[in-house]
């Protein structure tokens, strides 16, 4: 049954996923900014999520799965972050490429800690 739920949060969070892109597709577009947004933003929320709404309302375990591993994981994109940089690589963007990297991984872990941060305060 537990499946049912990561289903169901993994069918909102594609959606979502989907929805982000396409707002804010650019046809001159030189940066993976959806991309970006969906994984910063998904770090910060899965980070709150654990820390604020797991602790302070005791989910069941389908719950904590439909949320974390259905929603975010669906609305999160690591194979997309990754075929961004290398696309930004063959069209000659080193540096672009490295910095959309740098800006993924070090702006995730910041979400991440402020998500963390945010749920631990609203859990007290």
Known sequence: MIYFYVGIGG???ASLRFLIGEWLKNPDQWFPYSTLTVNLTGSFFLAWFT???VEKFSL???WKAALGTGLVGSYT???TLSMD???LYERGDMILSLLYIAISIFGGLAFSMLGFTLGK???A
């Open 121 to 123: 305060r609203r859990a």
């Open 85 to 87: 940089a290398v696309s």
């Open 77 to 79: 994109t690591f194979s």
């Open 60 to 62: 069941s375990p389908k």
């Open 11 to 13: 069918m909102i969070g």
């Open 51 to 53: 820390m604020g709404i």
